[in-house]
């Protein structure tokens, strides 16, 4: 468990984040299956609490400022540079193909006849969006 050499983690202004312990009581043979895996417990609920919340809360600043968008949830925080691409924290899928949103690859769009209220860039070809 040791972190030395490693620089701390940041947020999206380079302060530290700061972190506390947390005491958590799971199934003994769930505690030795993840010691012999050797599994680092301290990121492993952080991994976990993030994909469980990933729209909810920010995985690199940790805040709760999240805006939800046609594409998916973004962290207002760590995306206040309009010069930097938007970085997602969690994508939609298209409601149209199902084909999950993937800025700047895969944006949202319509037909221009408006057969397709809303699709994306894979199913829309560029001719056809409005
Ligand atoms: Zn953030
Ligand atoms: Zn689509």
């Known amino acids: 468990m040791s972190s030395v050499g490693r620089p701390p983690e940041v947020d ?17 043979k769930l505690a030795n299956f993840l010691k012999k895996k050797g599994i680092n417990r301290s990121r492993l609920f952080v ?7 990933d729209s909810e809360v920010c995985d690199k600043c940790y805040g709760e400022t999240i805006e939800e968008t046609l594409l998916g ?16 924290l969690k994508c939609k899928e298209c409601e149209n193909c199902g084909v999950r949103y993937d800025p700047p690859y895969n944006m949202f769009s319509q037909s221009k006849d408006k057969s397709v209220q809303k699709g994306c860039w894979d199913c829309i070809p560029p001719e056809e969006r409005s």
């Open 73 to 88: 949830w973004y962290c207002k925080d760590c995306n206040g540079n309009p010069n930097i691409p938007l970085r997602m």
């Open 47 to 53: 991994t976990m609490a993030q994909k469980m919340f």
């Open 12 to 28: 999206s202004n380079g302060e530290p984040i700061q972190k506390s312990l947390v005491n958590v009581t799971i199934p003994t």
